[in-house]
């Protein structure tokens, strides 16, 4: 097991303390996620997965979309925002929540089959977080199981570039930082991991955005 991380952007905790419900599922809808289109990727690889873990639930859009789609094997929504967590008890009463749970302390009682990690979430952690997060969450997985990574291929609605990489988002409740990670380094994150496949499904959204889906096999 990998020694938990300590924290280089837990500052953006408070743009997500700050942001209303109703504000998020708009921002979900600026980028194209509204549809779900991401979901519909990914499900039939997960489909028969018999535990899944879902990293940054927020307000549940993923674990919805996977219950309408029929998934019938058991969801972990793991969040760290209170308000979020509460929202997921009233709104999805089915799912198991583990409050306060953020990736770079995550601890699960169970080896799972799938982890979905949606919605630029890596981004949030430095470059080197961002590789032990990786393989932190490789031995969290049953011998056959799959983490699944998504990112944008570049930024144009939600934040903007200030560097090569480093990406900033201002609003007028909080500013959030993030690392863009290469092609190269999301493959070079997967081999160090131990993961035996790392595979790239470019797609795009219902607002043409261009985005990545990572799919890490064990």
């Given at each position: 097991?990998?020694?938990?991380?300590?924290?280089?952007?837990?500052?953006?905790?408070?743009?997500?303390?700050?942001?209303?419900?109703?504000?998020?599922?708009?921002?979900?809808?600026?980028?194209?996620?509204?549809?779900?289109?991401?979901?519909?990727?990914?499900?039939?690889?997960?489909?028969?997965?018999?535990?899944?873990?879902?990293?940054?639930?927020?307000?549940?859009?993923?674990?919805?979309?996977?219950?309408?789609?029929?998934?019938?094997?058991?969801?972990?929504?793991?969040?760290?925002?209170?308000?979020?967590?509460?929202?997921?008890?009233?709104?999805?009463?089915?799912?198991?929540?583990?409050?306060?749970?953020?990736?770079?302390?995550?601890?699960?009682?169970?080896?799972?089959?799938?982890?979905?990690?949606?919605?630029?979430?890596?981004?949030?952690?430095?470059?080197?977080?961002q590789a032990q997060s990786v393989k932190h969450l490789y031995h969290l997985l049953n011998k056959n199981g799959?983490?699944?990574?998504?990112?944008?291929?570049?930024?144009?609605?939600?934040?903007?570039?200030?560097?090569?990489?480093?990406?900033?988002?201002?609003?007028?409740?909080?500013?959030?930082?993030?690392?863009?990670?290469?092609?190269?380094?999301?493959?070079?994150?997967?081999?160090?991991?131990?993961?035996?496949?790392?595979?790239?499904?470019?797609?795009?959204?219902?607002?043409?955005?261009?985005?990545?889906?990572?799919?890490?096999?064990?």
């Amino acid at each position: 097991m990998q020694t938990p991380l300590q924290g280089y952007n837990d500052k953006n905790i408070d743009f997500y303390r700050h942001i209303k419900m109703e504000t998020f599922q708009h921002l979900a809808g600026v980028i194209g996620f509204h549809t779900d289109v991401d979901v519909d990727i990914l499900f039939p690889i997960v489909k028969e997965a018999k535990v899944l873990v879902e990293l940054g639930a927020g307000y549940g859009r993923v674990v919805k979309a996977l219950l309408q789609k029929g998934f019938a094997g058991k969801i972990i929504a793991v969040e760290r925002i209170e308000e979020f967590i509460a929202y997921l008890k009233q709104h999805i009463p089915e799912i198991v929540v583990l409050q306060q749970q953020d990736i770079k302390h995550l601890q699960l009682t169970e080896q799972v089959d799938a982890i979905t990690w949606l919605w630029s979430g890596i981004l949030e952690l430095s470059k080197e977080e961002q590789a032990q997060s990786v393989k932190h969450l490789y031995h969290l997985l049953n011998k056959n199981g799959v983490l699944l990574l998504e990112i944008p291929r570049k930024v144009k609605y939600v934040g903007v570039h200030i560097g090569d990489q480093k990406i900033k988002v201002e609003t007028e409740w909080g500013t959030l930082d993030a690392y863009l990670p290469r092609h190269e380094e999301m493959e070079q994150y997967g081999k160090d991991a131990g993961f035996s496949s790392v595979q790239l499904i470019e797609y795009q959204t219902t607002t043409q955005l261009d985005r990545s889906l990572y799919v890490f096999r064990k």
